[in-house]
């Protein structure tokens, strides 16, 4: 169990420092390993991630030495459209079993995801495992915020909403798992009202946030699925997962205390967070932040003028950019505005080696400060 | 130096051991037989900027397609299909010459495209870099099946009109004389460059699209005059390219698009050097009568 601390994983492609002889046993322990030939008695199982923070996550999950995590994308690569090569694609016919965040964050590698699934890899969706929630395309426009405002703190929570949704049984359990009672409340009764509007409009096309892992607690509701499914479907050992699953379990709700604790002195009205890049929704909802705009690509002159007025509006110390994305049109806005800053977060993929970001929960705890620090606490 | 020394383990081991490696190269194949061959024309007439502005003026239909949730390919046909038709209408009614009309739709569809996506500003459907550069890696049989249809309908449209192509190409005059309406035969080119270009980008990306369109055709054209001949030996080379670009992406993790496409553009530029230099020596020794092959070699050789 001491072995399963998320320190031990720095970020990165390389295999993991050996921590035990590998189990082969395991393959007999699991019946549907049988059909992927791969589970070679001597070689460990290997696990694609696509993403570093993924790839972090199911390596503490496989307890370090238990199987080789890699990720496709490289660190600092933007999920959204990164063009793989063959040897990318070979790397994944080779794995047990792909992790992926889904909800179309890995848009570049969609078909190719869809074909090695075809050719016979099973791939497990983190996304499959949480409630979602749905994007406010009005983000821009501000219409939606400045109506609600005062009582839309959480964003739209999809939970009752969202009948079609693929994840319904899971909802029900993951409410009762999380240990999220304080959120799911109000979030439940200013969600109704948002969220007929955004069906009308979007048709389900892509209006799901993908960014999912900004949320502790949501990547726990994954971990536990995550862990039955390296066994079942990679080979791992059952026992050591289920161990190591708990560890990280415990060190994830660890984690969220932490969070909330170090995010608590901030006052109520400074609770806004303006970014650079729309990643920020998931965080906002389970601590109770609202994001209320964001410097998307290429926005238009009217867009940044809105922009600027919304933030002087609320008074909002800082921008929160992300370390993927570069400042770009967020600075140039800063520069503008009186006391306005620009804070960097880890937001999309893990830091490099000292960045003080190396593993999913050093970028969570990370990101936890910076915001405190800046927005006062 | 591994594919001169381990030649079956660079060039063909990929190909056994890996099916996504088969199907991403039967792909590339189906690709390149329609656009070596529509292709052909495109270069003989002088069409390769039209070419590439029909390549990336797919790009709003695309983004339509997207953003509605419609047909893709349907999509990017519509909208080749309109940029064609503008074409002729800007032709006809501007008295600037026929690449300025082409330029400015060129650059409308483009923009046209980036708007309709930015509209959309907070969902994630943005696509289009998977359109530019394609995803091979990712072909599924039923997207091979697919393909095949719809190469078939530019090969049979290039079987079908290859008389009127060749006079339209060689002789417009000669073409009207002979009552065979040279601005319908120009218009059906147009309609196949857009087919031929619909029909692959989806697999290859509307960037590689245009190499192919261009590229082996191109090639060809420098070693040879007739026509069949030189859509065969396009088709040899685009082969050839694709191949070694699929190769090269496995052996070395680099971008499968952007690779296929260099080295489409690399082979023509090699194959043009060649040309020069033995144009060079062929006419030195024509001047010096009979050289010897010593002088031959002293030639610089780049």
Sequence with gaps: ?377 | MDFLVNPWEWWVEPFLTNPFMRRALASALLAVLSTSIIGTWVVLRGLSFLGDALAHGVLPGIAIALVLGGNVPLGAFVAALSMVGGINLLRRHSPLPEDTAIGLLFVGMLALAVVIMSSQSGTYVGDLTGVLFGSIAGVTESDLYRQLITTAIPLGGALLFHRAFLVLTFDEMQARMLGMRPRLAHFVLLALIAVAIVSSFEVVGSLLVFALLIGPPATAAILVRRVPVLMALATVIGAITTTVGILVSYHHDTATGGTMALSTVALFMIVLTIRTLTQKVRTRLHRLGHGTSGTVRATPAG
């Design chain 1, 1 to 377: 169990m001491a072995s399963c601390s998320g320190e031990d994983s720095a970020g990165g492609v390389e295999s993991t420092p050996p921590v035990a002889p590998d189990p082969p046993a395991a393959v007999s322990d699991a019946p549907a390993a049988a059909e992927t030939e791969e589970v070679a008695e001597a070689e460990p199982a290997l696990i694609m991630a696509t993403t570093t923070i993924w790839a972090d996550v199911t390596r503490n999950v496989a307890c370090g030495g238990l199987a080789e995590v890699e990720s496709i994308l490289p660190p600092l690569a933007d999920p959204h459209d990164y063009e793989p090569s063959m040897s990318d694609r070979a790397r994944l016919d080779q794995a047990d079993i792909i992790v992926t965040n889904g909800l179309e964050l890995e848009e570049g590698l969609e078909d190719i995801l869809e074909s090695v699934e075809a050719d016979g890899t099973p791939v497990f969706t983190a996304g499959d495992y949480m409630t979602t929630l749905e994007f406010d395309a009005e983000m821009f426009g501000g219409h939606h915020d400045e109506e609600d405002e005062g009582e839309d703190h959480g964003d739209e929570d999809g939970d009752d909403d969202e009948d079609e949704d693929h994840a319904d049984e899971d909802e029900d359990h993951a409410d009762e798992d999380g240990d999220d009672d304080e959120d799911e409340d109000h979030a439940d009764e200013d969600g109704d009202d948002e969220d007929e509007d955004h069906a009308d409009e979007e048709d389900g096309h892509g209006s799901e946030d993908p960014h999912v892992w900004l949320d502790p607690v949501r990547v726990a509701q994954a971990v536990e699925n995550l862990g039955p499914a390296l066994v079942q479907l990679a080979g791992l050992d059952a026992d050591r997962v289920a161990a190591c699953t708990d560890a990280y379990l415990a060190e994830l709700a660890d984690l969220h205390r932490e969070i909330t604790e170090s995010l608590a002195p901030v006052p109520a009205a400074q609770r806004k967070l303006v970014t650079n890049h729309d990643s920020l929704g998931y965080f906002a909802d389970r601590y109770d932040f609202e994001v209320i705009a964001t410097t998307l690509a290429e926005p238009s002159p009217a867009d940044l003028e809105e922009l600027a007025h919304v933030i002087e509006e609320n008074g909002v110390p800082a921008i929160f950019a992300e370390a993927l994305h570069g400042a770009g049109e967020a600075s140039a806005l800063a520069e503008q505005l009186d006391g306005v800053t620009i804070a960097s977060l880890y937001t999309g993929a893990l830091g490099e080696a000292g960045s003080g970001a190396e593993t999913y929960v050093a970028m969570m705890r990370h990101n936890a400060r910076t915001i405190a620090g800046t927005l006062g606490g």
